[in-house]
């Protein structure tokens, strides 16, 4: 215990925003005796433990005082195998962009549409990705991961997930409870072409349509309209696409008739959180040295020597910009730590 302890010294924790953050402790996890090593060492120290990826959904202070959990595992694993779709296990260090490139070219189809978003495995189902009429939670089997209070093996099924539009049971009851270590995911054999969210449409037009036709697209599209977060720190859309009651779509609408709106299957309405903060003004606004990228509305970019303070600062403006011209609340997407 002593010795663990004593490796303990500050370090750096990367992520995408570039944020200077120094944690207590950085765990390389690989098995269960590095997790228990960890919970005893958060029970002798009294701090917390933290799971985290790559950094690439998070707003980073600049001291996190608690151990630092990463995953290391990276494999991928055949669970079960017919004619029609395959069952993989993959660790929760696998690149996600590299899974769904390597998942295509095995001719294992379904996450095309998820292509090129940054981070690891292990972070899709807590923030239950999704891009271009998809979501992770579409093909997840089961989670795999311990308990950070008991150290026990533990699996969730699909369904003990609770996902929802950018959202799990892993933000919310189990948030620094669960550690992510495998998720199962199940894909077809055959392709699934969805294309109906409106660019993608457009965009694959004028071409036959396949797998990898919608592969490329996609990470076309994004690395047209999103800023890369290694040349240009970012945490990708910084807010969620508010969901509207249908009144509340009146009211929207009553003043800005054509803002872009998707319905949805329980009755209310999306709207584009970017559509409206393009509307009001503030592509370009800037706040210390955190500013609304020129690329995409929704994307909040720092030099690279931005604070926390100055993302922040900048992301408060917007919330109260929209809000005062168009009764609209924008949350977040990315968790903000401290």
Same mark, same amino acid.
């Given at each position: 215990? !002593?010795?663990?302890?004593?490796?303990?010294?500050?370090?750096?924790?990367?992520?995408?925003?570039?944020?200077?953050?120094?944690? #207590?402790?950085?765990?390389?996890?690989?098995?269960?005796?590095?997790?228990? +090593? @960890?919970?005893?060492? =958060?029970?002798?120290?009294?701090?917390?433990?933290? /799971?985290?990826?790559?950094?690439?959904?998070?707003?980073?202070?600049?001291?996190?005082?608690?151990?630092?959990?990463?995953?290391?595992?990276?494999?991928? *694993?055949?669970?079960?195998?017919?004619? $029609?779709?395959?069952?993989?296990?993959?660790?929760?260090?696998?690149?996600?962009?590299?899974?769904?490139?390597?998942?295509?070219? !095995?001719?294992?189809?379904?996450?095309?549409?998820?292509?090129?978003? /940054?981070?690891?495995?292990?972070?899709?189902?807590?923030?239950?990705?999704?891009?271009?009429?998809?979501?992770?939670?579409?093909?997840?089997? +089961?989670?795999?991961?311990?308990?950070?209070?008991?150290?026990? @093996?533990?699996?969730?099924? +699909? @369904?003990?997930?609770?996902?929802?539009?950018?959202?799990?049971?892993?933000?919310?009851?189990?948030?620094?409870?669960?550690?992510?270590?495998?998720?199962?995911?199940?894909? !077809?054999?055959?392709?699934?072409? !969805?294309?109906?969210? /409106?660019?993608?449409?457009? #965009?694959? $037009?004028?071409?036959?349509? $396949?797998?990898?036709?919608?592969?490329?697209?996609?990470? =076309?599209? #994004?690395?047209?309209?999103?800023?890369?977060?290694?040349?240009?720190?970012?945490?990708? *859309?910084?807010?969620?696409?508010?969901?509207? $009651?249908?009144?509340?779509?009146?009211?929207?609408? *009553?003043?800005?008739?054509?803002?872009?709106?998707?319905?949805?299957?329980?009755?209310?309405?999306?709207?584009? @959180? +970017?559509?409206?903060?393009? #509307?009001?003004?503030?592509?370009?606004?800037?706040?210390?040295?955190?500013?609304?990228?020129?690329?995409?509305?929704?994307?909040?970019?720092?030099?690279?020597?931005?604070?926390? *303070?100055?993302?922040?600062?900048?992301?408060?403006?917007?919330?109260?910009?929209?809000?005062?011209?168009?009764?609209?609340?924008?949350?977040?997407?990315?968790?903000?730590?401290?």
């Amino acid at each position: 215990m !002593s010795d663990f302890y004593a490796q303990g010294q500050a370090d750096a924790i990367a992520n995408t925003l570039a944020l200077p953050c120094t944690a #207590r402790r950085l765990v390389t996890v690989c098995g269960a005796q590095d997790v228990l +090593a @960890a919970i005893a060492w =958060a029970k002798e120290t009294g701090l917390p433990l933290m /799971p985290l990826g790559q950094g690439s959904n998070v707003v980073l202070p600049p001291m996190l005082e608690a151990a630092v959990l990463k995953v290391s595992d990276a494999t991928v *694993s055949l669970l079960s195998d017919t004619q $029609s779709a395959v069952t993989l296990r993959v660790g929760a260090g696998k690149g996600w962009h590299e899974l769904v490139a390597e998942t295509l070219d !095995s001719g294992f189809y379904g996450l095309e549409n998820l292509a090129l978003i /940054p981070g690891l495995v292990g972070a899709a189902p807590v923030q239950n990705i999704g891009a271009y009429g998809r979501e992770f939670a579409e093909f997840v089997v +089961a989670v795999h991961g311990f308990d950070l209070v008991t150290g026990a @093996a533990q699996t969730l099924a +699909a @369904a003990e997930c609770e996902f929802g539009y950018r959202d799990s049971v892993f933000k919310q009851g189990l948030q620094d409870r669960f550690l992510i270590t495998a998720v199962d995911i199940k894909l !077809s054999r055959t392709a699934v072409i !969805s294309i109906d969210y /409106p660019v993608l449409k457009s #965009r694959l $037009s004028h071409r036959a349509v $396949s797998a990898k036709a919608v592969f490329e697209t996609v990470v =076309a599209l #994004r690395r047209e309209r999103l800023p890369d977060p290694w040349k240009n720190p970012n945490a990708g *859309s910084f807010f969620k696409n508010p969901i509207l $009651s249908a009144q509340q779509l009146l009211d929207l609408q *009553s003043v800005e008739p054509k803002v872009p709106v998707y319905p949805q299957a329980d009755g209310q309405f999306k709207v584009s @959180a +970017a559509w409206l903060i393009e #509307r009001a003004g503030l592509r370009g606004c800037a706040k210390g040295a955190a500013t609304i990228s020129d690329q995409h509305a929704l994307v909040l970019v720092t030099d690279g020597k931005a604070k926390q *303070s100055d993302v922040l600062e900048l992301a408060r403006h917007v919330q109260d910009v929209v809000e005062d011209q168009f009764s609209v609340a924008l949350e977040p997407e990315p968790r903000i730590y401290g």
